[in-house]
């Protein structure tokens, strides 16, 4: 696909339970992020991702969140024993290139995937 | 990165320029300001970035001042899907990679 593909794109999981959420970057895009937003809220920076490595995971609440980058593509977003304070939405971004040269600054976001934890 | 204050709504008329204003009175010299919105239920969309001169794409324009302390994005002709939160960002050089989203200003175009 043309963009940033995010599944599902809507989960309900009972407390406790582990999910995994997908995202598919644009094809030779280097660089993912993922970002959570809340009810009415900003968007809350978790994790990025530069080809399979991730230089900051500094946004990541706990140690019940993790994600992984195989092959330089596809990131995996599981949140381990959820809790209600997990229900959010969970945004992949994609970028074609290093931000740090200033050059580029546009990140494409998925339309992001909707974890309601009961 | 910078810290940005922005007014947390505006209301705008149809056809009407919608001017969004951006404190970000502490920015260095090396830290670019970056321009994003996101329409309700969407994923944030990139809207445009700048550094010391002003900018223009298809989208809109950004007005930085002379010391750089503030800028205002500027929607030529509102439409009624322009609609949206607007968030203001600067990020260094450089620095971390990561885009820190302040809460922004919802801006509700009116018919």
């Known amino acids: 696909g043309a963009g940033v593909s995010q599944s599902p794109s809507n989960k309900v999981t009972e407390k406790g339970k582990d999910v995994e959420l997908r995202c598919d970057p644009i094809?030779?895009?280097?660089?993912l992020y993922w970002y959570r937003q809340s009810l009415g809220q900003g968007l809350e920076f978790l994790i990025y991702f530069q080809g399979n490595s991730a230089p900051d995971k500094s946004g990541l609440p706990s140690d019940r969140f993790s994600a992984e980058r195989t092959g330089g593509s596809v990131s995996t977003l599981t949140i381990q024993r959820t809790q209600q304070e997990d229900s959010a939405v969970y945004l992949c971004a994609s970028s074609p290139s290093r931000l740090a040269g200033g050059e580029t600054g546009e990140l494409f976001f998925g339309e992001g995937s909707r974890l309601t934890v009961l | 990165d910078a810290k940005t204050t922005q007014p947390p709504s505006m209301d705008c008329a149809e056809g009407r320029a919608a001017n969004l204003p951006c404190n970000h009175s502490t920015i260095s010299g090396n830290e670019y300001v970056y321009w994003y919105r996101q329409i309700h239920s969407q994923g944030p969309q990139y809207i445009i970035h700048g550094l010391k001169n002003n900018e223009t794409n298809e989208m809109a324009s950004l007005i930085i001042t002379e010391d750089r302390k503030s800028s205002t994005l500027i929607l030529p002709h509102a439409t009624l899907r322009d609609t949206a939160v607007y968030y203001c960002i600067v990020r260094v050089q450089g620095g971390s990679e990561k885009l820190v989203f302040g809460k922004g200003t919802k801006l509700t175009v009116n018919p």
């Open positions: 094809s030779g895009h280097t660089a």
